[in-house]
């Protein structure tokens, strides 16, 4: 590429050279990539939609309450305790992310992201309903303030409006509980101000995002497309303009009628820009890979369609690597993947085994702040605190809290260790040992239930130095 054509580099699609805002208007796509991705996010979004409002033994399948440190992942509920088993989880999603994006490229963008499922298989598809296809958005894009502009405008926001609302609630019932959520419906709006507020404000930022702002947030605010620019290499499969092929020697041109295109040089491409049309970010994919790509195959379609209609072959843009390009080879794992994978395994079997050794009944004893111990004769007495999770959706009652290969006595005040689903109770606890006992300063507390012990936890017991 000479110097000229690198100069789309210097700028973005969205933003004239005036500085000001430069609306993108794609053609619809249509083809079997798209066809593809229809399906693809008919399925999340159906799963987004139904997963705060389905519960499996009574647990909401995923929860997010931060506020209130509730967690449920696949109907299993997380506590702030468990927050290791969220770092390991951080860290498996990075670099699944990093091999993926080294493999792949951005195609998490064009088919996974949320932002790309919504803004293009909901918002862009109403649009195209009320406003039509491109040449009609444009043309009612400038003409003046009529009845027509006027009606579609704001059909076309009340129905963005209401698509905003619903996300709202949804989004809402991730992070508050969907039994929450439904039970200040039935109260009355007006009856939880906070929770109105916050649906409102939600409601506003998606409408924003979804209705203005559109692909700027691929564009400008994620960083995963400034990202992707280290972490791909010439083997990344991404969609790719083959252009060994589209420009032979003489580069591209429009096709004549009768004319012999090898003889002149040109190659398969015939300039006919419907790559450019249809793409959602309002780039030419044949200047290459570019962050604004999301890698959505748009073009792809637009092409392979273009080039059934002059009888060449589909696939001058295509997935492909730019050594498959350049050089013609397949695909290959490098060290660098397989590092990758190395460690994405170690990471998940980590994840599984700590999981698996996840206790449903966590215990925590530590002593009471500012209590020394007291000596009562022959015997030495600490007090601690106790708290105790249950993860489960069980009731556990009468636990019996017992010393572990040592001789002592556990005295609970406060009641019964009755434990509820869910839930958490927290006592106060006397341990009493007799002097001639105390052999170290550690003891280990058993957590019992019928006799079978179900937790078990570790805290000092500070003596006097005794000399036996």
Not at 113 to 122: G, N, Y
Not at 286 to 305: F, H, K, P, S, V
């Amino acid at each position: 590429m000479n110097e000229n054509k690198e100069n789309f580099r210097d700028s973005i699609s969205t933003i004239s050279k005036e500085g000001n805002r430069n609306y993108i208007y794609p053609k619809k796509p249509k083809g079997k990539f798209t066809n593809y991705r229809t399906i693809v996010s008919w399925f999340l979004l159906a799963f987004f939609l139904l997963s705060p409002f389905i519960k499996i033994n009574g647990n909401q399948f995923l929860l997010f309450n931060v506020l209130e440190r509730k967690f449920n992942i696949f109907g299993q509920p997380f506590w702030p305790q468990d927050f290791y088993l969220l770092v390991f989880s951080m860290l498996i999603g990075v670099v699944f992310i990093i091999l993926f994006t080294v493999i792949f490229g951005r195609i998490f963008c064009g088919w996974i992201c949320p932002q790309t499922i919504f803004m293009e298989m909901v918002f862009r598809k109403v649009e195209y309903l009320i406003d039509g296809d491109r040449g009609k958005q444009i043309k009612l894009a400038k003409q003046e303030w009529n009845a027509e502009k006027i009606w579609k405008r704001i059909l076309k926001w009340f129905i963005f409006f209401l698509i905003s609302f619903i996300i709202a609630n949804v989004f809402l019932a991730y992070l508050i509980g969907s039994d929450v959520l439904i039970q200040h419906i039935k109260d009355g709006p007006f009856n939880h101000l906070a929770t109105l507020s916050k649906l409102i404000i939600f409601t506003l930022v998606f409408l924003w995002i979804f209705g203005w702002f559109r692909e700027q947030v691929c564009i400008i605010a994620c960083p995963y497309g400034r990202l992707q620019g280290v972490m791909l290499d010439n083997n990344s499969i991404v969609v790719a303009y083959d252009y060994k092929r589209g420009e032979n020697e003489n580069g591209r041109s429009k096709i004549r009628k009768g004319e012999n295109r090898d003889e002149q040089g040109f190659g398969d491409c015939i300039d006919c820009k419907q790559c450019v049309l249809v793409c959602p970010t309002g780039i030419d994919i044949r200047n290459g890979t570019q962050l604004e790509c999301i890698n959505c195959t748009a073009c792809i379609d637009a092409c392979d369609e273009i080039m059934r209609k002059v009888d060449f072959e589909p696939g001058l843009i295509k997935y492909a690597s730019e050594s498959n390009i350049a050089q013609e080879e397949k695909f290959r794992f490098s060290p660098r993947i397989i590092s990758y994978i190395a460690v994405l395994t170690i990471l998940l079997v980590g994840l599984v085994s700590l999981i698996f050794a996840r206790n449903d009944v966590e215990a925590t004893v530590l002593r009471l702040p500012g209590q020394m111990y007291s000596s009562q004769g022959d015997s030495i007495q600490n007090v601690y605190t106790v708290k105790i999770v249950n993860k489960t959706n069980n009731t556990f009652s009468n636990l019996q809290l017992e010393l572990i290969d040592q001789k002592g006595s556990i005295q609970v005040i406060g009641g019964d260790l009755n434990v509820p689903k869910n839930g958490l109770i927290e006592r106060t606890l006397f341990i009493k040992k007799a002097k001639k006992d105390i052999e170290n300063q550690k003891i280990i507390i058993g957590v019992f239930s019928n006799g079978m012990m179900i937790e078990d936890t570790k805290t000092s017991f500070p003596s006097p130095l005794i000399v036996k």
